[in-house]
């Protein structure tokens, strides 16, 4: 997959994270838990404890501006590489998602 169409997918799985955080607390709660779990796994890794420092605090946030940071454009590309919220959508709406956008971006052959 290219950058081009990582990025768009990256982009498009997080407003539909927005979406659901704007409708209940719950991705917050899945996110804190997956930090936790992410900084005890990886300790050893300063690089990685300080992306997981810097999303626990923009998830003490207010939600809206929670779901800003996480669908903007130049902060939003960076820390989705490292989006803490893993396993609010289903596999299957991830994947359904992947589909869509590779097709999307599929261009034909020569």
Known sequence: MSHGIHDAVGLELARQVAARLRQSSQPLVMAR???ERWRR???GSATLIRCYDEWAAILEKPADEVCNILCAAEEGL???QNSPF??????EAVWSTKRRLRLGHATPST
């Open 33 to 35: 838990e997956n930090l």
């Open 41 to 43: 796994l990886n300790r």
């Open 78 to 80: 960076r820390l989705r």
């Open 86 to 91: 893993a396993g609010v959508l289903s596999a």
